[in-house]
């Protein structure tokens, strides 16, 4: 009966990630991998001592309603940043098992220490990469975080030795040493390189629960651990790939910080706009493509997006498209998320390979946020940090309307050029009030 219900468990995850391939199949994807979850669980609390179950059912049930009440207070545009802690707590979670299993031992493993090291410097690793998503932790010293870093890792190697002998205090102070490591290690890392360390992590994630299931024997972590895990992998090498980037130079590789800021312009020497001259311009072309980044999910704006794409469509005729750059927002898949919350037709999302040949038939580029992921110097700035990054070419339509809060730099510190190019008109302000206006002129018009 527990070898069925084992394999039921193992396919109705592999059955969520197959589905999690598709917009209009995620939903069944997510409830998939809740029900095999839930089934998991009870299998647990079944298999263990009875003065052990009550204590379970208590944790399971805490951490289904804090859960409950971080995905509730959690808008779209924090996704990222919960998306970190989540890795961040499976990572922990493996960590404190390996921790339980060293000191009910007289010698522990060296699985058992790796899986202390890779848990903590996951979970750790995590919550860097929550603060920075945050904005709450600003840094300028990369150089001594990286300093800092080195000296942390020889310590950890130190370490090894010491807690390899079973105390208590020695394993307790290697977690710290690995924790610290892991927060010092990720901080220095560039903003336009968390997409791909989000996917680091989830995948680490995941094979820390791989390693705590061969350490207890346990098949199920070991078969969902590895799904975990390959998936990361694979996102990683698809998101490395799409931002034309060596994963070595990803990790290695800090803010450069007097490259953050190079083509520096005038106020002055940008054209202005206002929702009525980006709503005329709209109505009257032939095709228009959407192209939303961050600032879309900072503002919320992708229903209003939603609905000026519908007036367009069905009022004015125009061709509408999404044209969707792989690492646009915080983590990877953002936007497609945030259009998809929308109601958006999957069959108007697009690509970067899929769109950016049709920039040149385009009357209108319609960016919202999408700062670095369609930044031209990605092709001729050699020293900045996104160079040779595919963007998506919008400086080859015929008019470009960039809605932004203000002239500052993308996430990667790189002002942009298409600001002051000659057909941009900068409609500068909150995008989903500006697309919102947008939309009233688009309704009011008698075209």
């Known amino acids: 009966m ?43 609390l079944i298999n263990l001592k009875s003065e052990y179950q009550i204590y379970a059912t208590m944790s399971i049930l805490l951490g289904g309603v804090l859960g409950i009440i971080g995905s509730q207070k959690t808008s779209m545009s924090q996704l990222p940043q919960m998306v970190a802690l989540l890795n961040g707590f499976g ?28 848990g ?65 290690f990720i ?11 989000i996917s680091i992590l989830n995948g680490l994630s995941g094979w820390c629960t791989t390693l705590v299931g061969f350490s207890i ?33 990803v990790i290695f ?30 109505e009257n072309a032939h095709k228009v493509i959407i192209v939303p980044g961050f600032g879309m999910a900072a503002s919320g704006a992708q229903y209003e997006l939603a609905n000026m794409a519908k007036l367009l469509i069905q009022k004015y005729k125009v061709d509408v498209k999404f044209g969707i750059h792989p690492v646009a927002g915080r983590m990877p898949g953002h936007m497609n998320v945030l259009l998809a919350e929308a109601d958006i037709p999957s069959e108007l999302i697009y690509s970067i390979n899929e769109i950016n040949s049709e920039f040149k038939t385009t009357d209108i580029a319609y960016i919202i946020g999408a700062n670095d992921t369609t930044n031209p110097l990605a092709k001729t700035q050699k020293d900045s940090t996104i160079y040779q990054m595919p963007i998506l070419e919008v400086e080859q339509a015929k008019r470009i309307l960039f809605v932004k809060r203000s002239l500052a730099p993308g996430y990667a510190g790189l002002d942009n050029p298409l600001f002051y190019d000659e057909k941009t008109l900068m409609l500068l302000g909150d995008g989903k009030e500006i697309t919102k206006e947008i939309v009233t002129n688009l309704e009011n018009d008698s075209n």
């Open 2 to 44: 527990i070898s069925f219900i084992n394999i039921l468990i193992y396919s109705l995850f592999i059955l969520s990630i197959s589905r999690m391939s598709a917009t209009r199949s995620a939903y069944k994807g997510n409830i998939f991998a809740i029900v095999g979850m839930g089934i998991a669980l009870i299998l647990g």
């Open 187 to 197: 901080l220095p890392i560039g903003g336009a390189d968390m997409p791909i360390i």
């Open 217 to 249: 024997q346990n098949s199920l972590l070991i078969i969902i651990g590895t799904l975990i895990g390959a998936s990361g992998c694979i996102l990683t090498y698809i998101m490395t790939k799409a931002m034309n980037r060596h994963l070595l130079k």
């Open 253 to 282: 590789s800090s803010i450069n910080k007097h490259n953050e800021i190079s083509y520096l312009h005038n106020k002055q020497d940008i054209h202005t706009g206002t929702a009525q001259d980006a709503a005329f311009l709209m």
């Open 91 to 118: 990572g922990l979670a493996s960590g404190l098992i390996g921790i339980s299993e060293t000191i009910t031992e007289l010698q522990p493993n060296i699985l058992q220490l790796f899986i202390i090291f890779t």
């Open 120 to 184: 903590c410097i996951t979970f750790s690793g995590s919550v860097a990469g929550f603060f920075k998503l945050s904005g709450i932790l600003k840094i300028n010293d990369y150089e001594t975080l990286r300093s800092t870093s080195t000296i942390l890792l020889i310590l950890n190697i130190i370490g090894v030795f010491y807690a390899y002998n079973g105390d208590i205090e020695y394993i307790i102070g290697f977690a710290i040493l690995s924790s610290l490591l892991g927060f010092c």
